[in-house]
């Protein structure tokens, strides 16, 4: 059985695909999402007495028109709930009691086994050497780089060594996608309500979500389908309206231009001369600019409707995992290496790696191994969908020197041909002069 396909890049999310090769549930479109208003959702019949594809009427109101959106009533409202609360919400398969703080892992469906194939055929590369010329240049431009560093040392040192090699960059990238759900809720403005009266919701891995590039970061959030419900806001209790915190629901506040001391002081001819405050005549208090004398403001949970629409939002989260391997032999620090160019000799990407096991280099090939199969283990709340390995040849040359009777090296690498110099021997502080 071969790894399921990756999701093609494209729009977000896109709509009609299979997600990952799984098939949706069997009567639902693909996606999950309901169909046009006044159909059926996926040959789930509507519930007796509600019409096909809308929201169920409240009380009085006949059936297929939209509630209406002044926070006066709310289907099946609870008296005693507050934000936070997941009384009287329905509960759905595959998704738990999912509440509304943090978030729910989904576990990923067990990933299809797949044919060992063969390791695959390398042609690997071999990186420059360079001159002692070029090397001396390349010291020159380093020592060009550092404003405090003379340049007599680089041009009249006697280079009695050239030792050129090969380091290589080994990078293993897995790109995961992790899945969580909570419950939201948001203002319910009259909108059309994709309840559960429209069917039942796809499982959460049937949901079909694509990233828009490999081996990037993203995060998506969209709602599940078929989980949205109406209900009363907990805040203001449907009322759409809240106490304003600053005045205390009273309408005043203290005054901004006297600070509340009902008047001003100015000095005027070498003397202190207090001033009835003309803003809040002499009361120390005046009308609290928040509510405007209100006392109360607009509900911030519903945004002063009354009501709200909760449902369950799944959070998808792509992230691309990179672990590495440097084999550098020479007495330079190996992570200078990982940020500068080489030679690529090798790049392979698969929905499931096979190791690197024939380069001549045994520690390369074992360390592959190693990072593959790690990779297997590492993420087992997310489903892996592409990996990446990239085996770079960094040139590496070891340059032994002697100036003034003092003998040491330097180091020149990369493409770039970076220079890594900790002992030159003319360095100085700032304010030195170097002749």
Same mark, same amino acid.
């Given at each position: 059985?071969?790894?399921?396909?990756?999701?093609?890049?494209?729009?977000?999310?896109?709509?009609?695909?299979?997600?990952?090769?799984?098939?949706?549930?069997?009567?639902?479109?693909?996606?999950?999402?309901?169909?046009?208003?006044?159909?059926?959702?996926?040959?789930?019949?509507?519930?007796?007495?509600?019409?096909?594809?809308?929201?169920?009427?409240?009380?009085?109101?006949?059936?297929?028109?939209?509630?209406?959106?002044?926070?006066?009533?709310?289907?099946?409202?609870?008296?005693?709930?507050?934000?936070?609360?997941?009384?009287?919400?329905?509960?759905?398969?595959?998704?738990?009691?999912?509440?509304?703080?943090?978030?729910?892992?989904?576990?990923?469906?067990?990933?299809?086994?797949?044919?060992?194939?063969?390791?695959?055929?390398?042609?690997?590369?071999?990186?420059?050497?360079?001159?002692?010329?070029?090397?001396?240049?390349?010291?020159?431009?380093?020592?060009?780089? @550092?404003?405090?560093?003379?340049?007599?040392?680089?041009?009249?040192?006697?280079?009695?060594?050239? @030792?050129?090699?090969?380091?290589?960059?080994?990078?293993?990238? $897995?790109?995961?996608?992790?899945? $969580?759900?909570?419950? $939201?809720?948001?203002?319910?403005?009259?909108?059309?309500?994709?309840?559960?009266?429209?069917?039942?919701?796809?499982?959460?891995?049937?949901?079909?979500?694509?990233?828009?590039?490999?081996?990037?970061?993203?995060?998506?959030?969209?709602?599940?389908?078929?989980?949205?419900?109406?209900?009363?806001?907990?805040?203001?209790?449907?009322?759409?309206?809240?106490?304003?915190?600053?005045?205390?629901?009273?309408?005043?506040?203290?005054?901004?231009?006297?600070?509340?001391?009902?008047?001003?002081?100015?000095?005027?001819?070498?003397?202190?001369?207090?001033?009835?405050?003309?803003?809040?005549?002499?009361?120390?208090?005046?009308?609290?600019?928040?509510?405007?004398?209100?006392?109360?403001?607009?509900?911030?949970?519903?945004?002063?409707?009354?009501?709200?629409?909760?449902?369950?939002?799944?959070?998808?989260?792509?992230?691309?995992?990179?672990?590495?391997?440097?084999?550098?032999?020479?007495?330079?620090?190996?992570?200078?290496?990982?940020?500068?160019?080489?030679?690529?000799?090798? @790049?392979?990407?698969?929905?499931?790696l096979w190791p690197i096991t024939t380069f001549p280099v045994r520690?390369?090939?074992? @360390?592959?191994?190693?990072?593959?199969?790690?990779?297997?283990?590492?993420?087992?709340?997310?489903?892996?969908?592409?990996?990446?390995?990239?085996?770079?040849?960094?040139?590496?040359?070891?340059?032994?020197?002697?100036?003034?009777?003092?003998?040491?090296?330097?180091?020149?690498?990369?493409?770039?041909?970076?220079?890594?110099?900790?002992?030159?021997?003319?360095?100085?502080?700032?304010?030195?002069?170097?002749?």
């Amino acid at each position: 059985m071969s790894y399921p396909p990756q999701q093609a890049a494209g729009g977000y999310p896109p709509q009609g695909q299979p997600a990952g090769g799984y098939p949706p549930p069997q009567g639902q479109p693909a996606g999950g999402y309901p169909p046009p208003q006044g159909q059926p959702a996926g040959g789930y019949p509507p519930p007796q007495g509600q019409p096909a594809g809308g929201y169920p009427s409240p009380q009085g109101q006949p059936a297929g028109q939209a509630p209406s959106g002044d926070g006066a009533s709310a289907p099946e409202e609870v008296a005693d709930y507050r934000p936070g609360d997941t009384s009287g919400l329905k509960t759905f398969e595959g998704y738990g009691n999912v509440g509304f703080e943090g978030g729910s892992f989904l576990p990923p469906p067990p990933p299809p086994s797949y044919d060992e194939q063969q390791a695959p055929s390398m042609d690997f590369g071999q990186a420059a050497n360079i001159t002692a010329e070029e090397a001396r240049a390349a010291l020159l431009s380093y020592v060009a780089e @550092n404003c405090c560093y003379g340049k007599g040392a680089a041009e009249q040192m006697e280079m009695k060594d050239i @030792n050129p090699s090969n380091a290589f960059h080994y990078t293993l990238e $897995t790109f995961c996608e992790g899945r $969580t759900t909570a419950r $939201t809720e948001i203002p319910y403005l009259g909108d059309a309500v994709d309840g559960p009266f429209n069917g039942p919701p796809p499982m959460p891995w049937d949901i079909t979500c694509a990233p828009t590039q490999q081996f990037s970061d993203q995060v998506y959030k969209l709602p599940v389908p078929h989980t949205a419900e109406v209900r009363m806001c907990g805040m203001c209790l449907g009322g759409g309206f809240v106490r304003c915190n600053r005045c205390h629901g009273v309408g005043r506040d203290t005054c901004s231009h006297c600070s509340g001391r009902g008047h001003t002081v100015h000095y005027r001819d070498g003397e202190h001369h207090h001033e009835h405050c003309h803003r809040c005549h002499g009361t120390g208090r005046d009308t609290c600019g928040r509510c405007h004398g209100n006392g109360r403001v607009p509900c911030p949970h519903c945004k002063g409707q009354g009501r709200v629409k909760a449902f369950i939002e799944m959070t998808i989260t792509f992230k691309n995992y990179v672990t590495d391997y440097i084999l550098e032999e020479t007495a330079m620090p190996d992570e200078l290496i990982r940020d500068v160019s080489g030679v690529e000799v090798f @790049n392979q990407s698969m929905p499931q790696l096979w190791p690197i096991t024939t380069f001549p280099v045994r520690q390369v090939n074992d @360390n592959s191994v190693r990072l593959v199969e790690a990779a297997k283990r590492a993420h087992p709340t997310e489903r892996q969908l592409q990996q990446r390995q990239i085996l770079r040849a960094v040139p590496v040359t070891e340059v032994d020197y002697k100036f003034k009777d003092r003998a040491s090296k330097f180091w020149v690498y990369g493409m770039q041909r970076k220079v890594h110099a900790p002992d030159y021997p003319q360095q100085c502080c700032c304010g030195c002069t170097i002749l």
